[in-house]
């Protein structure tokens, strides 16, 4: 069976300052993976009572990702 979750990416803040290096992250590609996009969808519907705005942030970015993956 092929190992499907591994270390794939290398993480680091756009701005330079370090990260906790204990933390795990977990890397979606939004433009070629439908899945990754629902996932991203069930995020902002968790996240949408404590932080409405990032939620809908989230939404209309991955709305803008679904357009632009259907016009290629």
């Not at 993480?11 to 300052?17: R, W």
């Not at 906790?20 to 968790?46: I, K, M, P, W």
């Not at 942030?57 to 357009?67: D, G, K, S, Y």
Request: no cysteine; aromatic share 10%; charged share 35%.
């Amino acid at each position: 069976m092929t190992k499907r979750l591994y270390s794939k990416y290398h993480i680091e803040k756009v701005d330079g300052t370090p990260i906790d290096e204990a933390a795990e992250y977990f890397v979606l590609r939004l433009d070629t993976d439908r899945h990754a996009r629902v996932a991203a969808l069930a995020y902002a519907d968790s996240i949408a009572e404590e932080d409405r705005a990032f939620a809908s942030e989230i939404r209309n970015w991955v709305q803008l990702i679904a357009l632009e993956v259907l016009r290629r």
